[in-house]
Structures are given as C-alpha cells and as structure tokens.
C-alpha cells in the first residue's frame, strides 16, 4: 500500500489542523493507520492509532483530548483532526499502515509495514 499525507502548514497555538492520508490498493481497510511525528532533534514518537474499521482507537497521553484519529475506508483514508495546537506538537508528522493494530508501547519497538512520507507541522507561539 501507498501512503500519501498531507494537511501540514503554519498555524498559531490554540488553532486546529486536519491531516489527511490517503492510501492507494484496494485493502486499506485491512490495515490498521496510526499516525507518528518527528520534532527536531528528537525521536519518532506515536501519536495515534485506529483499528480496521475505525471502532477503535489510540492515543498518545500528550494528544489525548487535543487529537482525533478517524478513516473513511470507502475513500482509502486515514485522519488527524489536531485542535488546541501547542507549540511543542510542531513536528513532521508521518502516517503508516500496519497489519497489527496497537498503541505507542508497542509502537516503542516495532515498526509498521508502510509509510508515507512526511508533512510538516509547525505551531507558532
């Protein structure tokens, strides 16, 4: 699968952002998506994950309340509504698909299967 994000830009602290991904193939819906970020100078870090049909979802405690992660399977894509932007949530934000559907313990040592590539977030103080 084919993973292409986008919705990134420049936004004030306190303001809100929709990331899209849009996958291509024809089992998206085979795939649970999370969503990760990369701030500069530090690691990858979880953020989000939802569950094949998008019943179940995954929060990182530094996003839970702020973020919602959702899917539209008939539209092959994956979500990151962001609202109440802090400037530490400036980061690339990357979405995955992967065949096991877990949160960022997991996510700690593993790796998903597909990635799309990054789109850059950056909340202003």
């Known amino acids: 699968v084919q993973l292409q994000a986008s919705g990134g830009g420049l936004v004030q602290a306190g303001g809100s952002l929709r990331l899209s991904c849009a996958a291509s193939?024809?089992?998206?819906?085979?795939?649970?998506m999370v969503w990760f970020r990369q701030a500069p100078g530090k690691e990858r870090e979880f953020v989000a994950a939802?569950?094949?049909?998008?019943?179940?979802?995954y929060y990182a405690d530094s996003v839970k309340g702020r973020f919602t992660i959702s899917r539209d399977n008939a539209k092959n894509t994956v979500y990151l509504q962001m609202n109440s932007l802090k400037p530490e949530d400036t980061a690339v934000y990357y979405c995955?698909?992967?065949?096991?559907?877990?949160?960022?313990?997991?996510?700690?040592?593993?790796?998903?299967?597909?990635w799309g590539q990054g789109t850059l977030v950056t909340v202003s103080s």
């Open positions: 995955a698909a992967d065949s096991v559907y877990s949160g960022s313990s997991y996510y700690k040592s593993h790796s998903p299967s597909y």
């Open positions: 193939g024809r089992t998206f819906s085979t795939y649970a």
């Open positions: 939802i569950s094949w049909s998008g019943g179940s979802t």
